[in-house]
């Protein structure tokens, strides 16, 4: 069984030093099951927990902002890192520790939010001296890159450094490379996971699979991810409302059948599909009977989901061109969501095609690889 950090935090209780603050969510616990609260309070002066996307205990929606409160499990302080008007720690949470700990499990992609969480406390902690220690987890997509390289000005809270989609990093080895590239300076420590390599994907560890969010109920969700996410910034359902999300992608109007052998006859790598009829419960047409496909990843290991994820909209845009379009800017003078997405403009143009994205991605993710190499810790 692969050990992470959280699991080794007696080798390194040297580094807690103090008040110790937490930004945790369900996903941290220990290889016996524990949350990483639990163990921490053994092993420390834990005063404080801080709140990512979702919430510690996992009970908000996606996007949904929220306030401080008490955990009432624990009965700690808990702030919200999520809230209006900022997403980092306010003046009064940085006074109120010493030590950040950091304690996630993260989903291997640019656009799951608590890297861009743990990107912000660094500066944060950097602008006033605080330590701050990665309790390390395994990356469960393994060490392998894939996708676009975000573009400096597509960055936001959804991609927060240039890096493809799939970066093939754990958490420690982002904080580290982003900490060295930037020249953040925080105090950066980070407590690294034991018998783990970089070819290792979940399915080597051992470990039980916790949902990150309620988004990614399973690994084979998690593996999706990167590439199905993609119909976020479409008016296609991404399976939000469904009991498979960004496994089952699909529209009102569709001919599920005929978009299901469609992208059969693709014959990616690791990944079939079967045609679906469903009826999202809640976000995108909500009670509306949508058809559309239904993904079944057959090799993890070979499966390319961002390649996956340009293909299905490019069938989307050529078998559907009147049901598929991109959404428009959040917010007036905004950047389509799917830029934000995808790091570039590359669907905006009227000619994209699938081909063209995923041949200048090969360079993208060879130039990211060899730079973020120094930083990598397995």
């Known amino acids: 069984m692969v050990s992470f950090g959280i699991d080794r935090v007696e080798e390194y209780r040297h580094l807690l030093q103090g008040r110790v603050a937490l930004i945790t969510s369900p996903s941290g616990r220990t290889a016996d099951n524990r949350s990483s609260i639990e163990r921490l309070r053994e092993v420390c002066d834990l005063v404080l927990l801080l709140a990512p996307e979702h919430g510690v205990r996992g009970d908000k929606g996606a996007g949904e902002l929220f306030e401080d409160c008490v955990d009432e499990p624990s009965g700690l302080p808990m702030m919200s890192l999520y809230r209006k008007g900022s997403k980092g720690l306010s003046p009064e949470a940085l006074e109120r520790f010493d030590t950040l700990v950091y ?40 060490g392998t890159v894939e996708g676009t390289l975000l573009r400096k000005e597509y960055r936001s809270f959804v991609g927060c450094w240039e890096m493809p989609q799939r970066y093939g990093l754990t958490c420690g080895e982002f904080a580290r490379m982003v900490n060295g590239e930037e020249r953040i300076g925080c105090d950066l420590h980070v407590v690294p996971c034991g018998g783990l390599t970089r070819e290792m994907n979940f399915a080597h560890w051992g470990r039980i699979w916790v949902m990150p969010s309620l988004g990614i109920p399973r690994f084979e ?74 993904l079944h990843v057959t090799d993890g290991a070979a499966l390319r989901p961002v390649e996956v994820g340009c293909r299905l909209m490019e069938l989307a845009k050529t078998l559907y061109p009147r049901n598929f379009a991109l959404l428009p800017p959040y917010t007036e003078g905004g950047r389509p969501f799917v830029c934000l997405l995808a790091g570039d403009d590359g669907f905006l143009r009227e000619d994209w095609t699938a081909d063209g994205l995923l041949e200048r991605q090969e360079a993208d993710c060879a130039a990211f690889a060899a730079m973020a190499e120094p930083y990598r810790l397995y």
């Not at 496994?247 to 045609?275: H, K, M, Q, W, Y």
């Open 103 to 142: 304690d996630i499990q993260d989903v291997g992609c640019r656009y799951y939010t608590f890297i861009s969480t743990l990107k912000n406390a660094m500066e944060d902690c950097a602008r006033v001296g605080k330590r701050l220690v990665v309790l390390d987890r395994g990356n469960p997509l393994g």
């Open 221 to 294: 969700t998690a593996l999706l991810y990167p590439g199905t996410c993609l119909f976020e910034g479409t008016n296609w359902s991404e399976g939000r409302g469904t009991a498979d999300p960004f496994a089952i992608i699909g529209a009102p109007g569709v001919d599920a059948d005929r978009f299901s052998e469609a992208f059969n006859r693709l014959g990616l790598a690791g990944v079939v599909s079967t045609p679906v009829y469903f009826v999202p419960s809640s976000s995108k047409h909500k009670g509306e009977r949508c058809g559309g496909v239904h």
